[in-house]
């Protein structure tokens, strides 16, 4: 994926977007965290140096691979799932809320004819990284989701048949 990004405009229409999910009890148990020009490098250079922490003997080509990450794409947006207990809704509602809110992302951003692609690797889940995310502790990355322009055309992977997947529900047999 390459330049341009989603202009600021764009991104605000795509992040109006992916707010509009189920979010039952009107908890908005989520929030963007964006990172743009040179923010995308600042965050390689913090994720090649816990990636070189944590593997001394790394070949120097995989740590310029870790702080390349984020130049990947023009705009990466963390959705940070922040689902809390509730005696109303449960959490595991909130947490599809999350998910929600990635896809629909995604869905928008291809809406504007740009690309998108939905990621989470070690950095969404290794604990060195969170307050680099300014994460709470009931905090979790539901993904982060990389915006650009397709740089060829996109390749659609194999889809199960429905009739694998698919079951209709019958009443039994009394």
């Known amino acids: ?34 990172f743009e020009g040179a923010a995308r490098e600042a965050f390689g250079e913090r994720l090649a140096s816990l990636f070189r922490e944590a593997n001394p003997g790394a070949i120097d080509e995989l740590v310029a691979f870790e702080r390349d990450r984020f130049l990947r794409a023009p705009t990466v947006v963390a959705v940070i799932s922040r689902a809390l207990g509730n005696a109303k809704v449960p959490e595991w509602e909130q947490v599809l809320s999350a998910g929600a809110v990635c896809m629909t992302l995604l869905t928008a951003t291809h809406a504007l004819g740009y690309t998108g692609s939905w990621i989470t690797e070690w950095y969404a889940y290794d604990e060195r990284v969170r307050p680099l995310l300014g994460l709470a502790p009931h905090e979790r990355v539901a993904g982060f989701v990389y915006l650009g322009t397709p740089r060829a055309e996109l390749e659609d992977r194999p889809r199960p048949e429905l009739s694998d997947i698919v079951t209709r529900w019958r009443p039994p047999a009394l």
Do not use: C, N, Y
Not at 6 to 23: F, G, Y
């Open 1 to 34: 994926m390459g330049v341009p990004g989603p202009s600021p405009a764009e991104l605000d229409q795509i992040l109006s977007a992916a707010t509009r999910v189920p979010d039952h009890g009107k908890l908005t148990p989520w929030r963007f965290v964006v």
